[in-house]
Every structure is written in C-alpha cells, then in structure tokens.
Nanobody, 123 residues
Framework: QVQLVESGGGLVQAGGSLRLSCAASGRTFRTYAMGWFRQAPGKEREFVASIIWSTAGTFYADSVKGRFTISRDNAKNTVYLQMNRLEPEDTAIYYC????????????????WGQGTQVTVSS
C-alpha cells in the first residue's frame, strides 16, 4: 500500500503563487510516477502534471505549461507542485496520485490517491 498526504492549498489572489506538497509513504518503491490532478465543481477530474521518480521526466497539461512546475525529492518521498501566475480557472481540489503505469495522463492509471487539498484563486 501507498499512502499520500497533500498539503499547501489555500486562498490566493489571481497572479499569486502556491506550492503544494505530497508526501508518500508505504511501498513507494513499487510506483513508477506521481501525478497531480484537479477537480473543479461540476467538472470532471483532469490531469495537471506528472513526474517519473527515477528520471524526473515531467509532463504537463497545456493549460498549466509555463506556470506550474512539478518536482520531486526522492530522499523525502515527496512531490511538489509549484503554481505561479494562478488564475481563477485554477480553482479546484488538487489531488496527488501514484502509479506503476507509464500511461501518465489518465486518472484510471493511478491506483493510489491522496485526500485532496483545496486551491481557491480569487479574481
């Protein structure tokens, strides 16, 4: 089993920044990559970014490219999502997830999920 705990959400004005953290524990050595997803009210959950543990290879949704940066600290088993130039459209619950699949953009590939952290961007 893998346990994931997110932190760092909050309320920020448009144009501001937040950094989310996701601490992983348990059998993390079995996971290939970590991802961040988000779900806004009334919308489906969508892919935000992912990172491969071993190579630090990263992938981003077009909507966040150039504004968000995903990174990882292998020693701490922690993944981060630095979010800059936030927009009201970024308001959502953000979830981190772990996968042993190479299909990183689909939430169905992820078998472990955190509880989520709320990010609210005011205009």
């Amino acid at each position: 089993q893998v346990q994931l705990v997110e932190s760092g959400g909050g309320l920020v004005q448009a144009g501001g920044s937040l950094r989310l953290s996701c601490a992983a524990s348990g059998r993390t050595f079995r996971t290939y990559a970590m991802g961040w997803f988000r779900q806004a009210p009334g919308k489906e959950r969508e892919f935000v970014a992912s990172i491969i543990w071993s190579t630090a290879g990263t992938f981003y949704a077009d909507s966040v490219k150039g504004r968000f940066t995903i990174s990882r600290d292998n020693a701490k088993n922690t993944v981060y999502l630095q979010m800059n130039r936030l927009e009201p459209e970024d308001t959502a619950i953000y979830y981190c997830a772990a996968t042993d699949s190479t299909w990183l953009a689909s939430d169905t590939s992820y078998g472990y999920w955190g509880q989520g952290t709320q990010v609210t961007v005011s205009s």
